[in-house]
């Protein structure tokens, strides 16, 4: 049991730091689009902003897994 506890602790510390990378990632993103705007260049900031896309797309992905898992693992146990 001290086992179960300690695992959930270190993987609550693991996804809040993942939290923390991921948001420190977006406002990057939107830093740079607010810059590339600002200096009107068009194609980098379509591309920055299809980055910035796929990003968020592969998080919520990898989100949906994650619970999906969960889910199957409530489920067995």
Do not use: C
Not at 21 to 38: C, D, M, P, Q, R
Request: glycine content about 6%; proline content about 1%.
């Amino acid at each position: 049991m001290g086992q179960a506890i300690k695992k959930k602790t270190i993987s609550g510390k693991n996804d809040e730091r993942d939290l923390l990378l991921i948001g420190k990632i977006y406002k990057s993103f939107e830093a740079l689009e607010e810059t590339l705007g600002k200096l009107q260049l068009e194609e980098p900031l379509f591309i920055t902003y299809m980055a910035k896309k796929s990003f968020a797309d592969s998080v919520f992905s990898q989100i949906k897994h994650n619970n999906e898992k969960a889910q199957m693992q409530r489920f067995i146990n």
